[in-house]
């Protein structure tokens, strides 16, 4: 319980500093709610989407260099 208590704390700072988030949860556990929050296209638990969304933030991290 204490490790999720600290990881929303982690994402709750991430948010108040404007910072991009993007959640993996391949267990489909409490992040799987974040959908709501933020929107499905930054949160992903299924195979596909966690795919997608490394992909994109490895083409995102391409374009910087």
Same mark, same amino acid.
């Given at each position: @319980?204490?490790?999720? $208590? #600290?990881?929303?704390?982690? $994402?709750?700072?991430?948010?108040?500093?404007? !910072?991009? =988030?993007?959640?993996?949860?391949?267990? =489909? !556990?409490?992040?799987? #709610? @974040?959908?709501? =929050? $933020?929107?499905?296209?930054? =949160?992903?638990?299924?195979?596909?989407? $966690?795919?997608?969304?490394?992909?994109?933030?490895?083409? /995102? @991290?391409? /374009?910087?260099?």
């Amino acid at each position: @319980m204490v490790k999720h $208590i #600290f990881l929303f704390y982690v $994402i709750r700072e991430l948010f108040r500093r404007h !910072s991009e =988030v993007r959640l993996l949860d391949p267990k =489909v !556990s409490d992040l799987s #709610f @974040m959908k709501r =929050v $933020i929107g499905d296209d930054k =949160v992903a638990d299924t195979k596909g989407q $966690i795919l997608k969304q490394l992909r994109e933030a490895n083409n /995102e @991290m391409e /374009e910087r260099f």
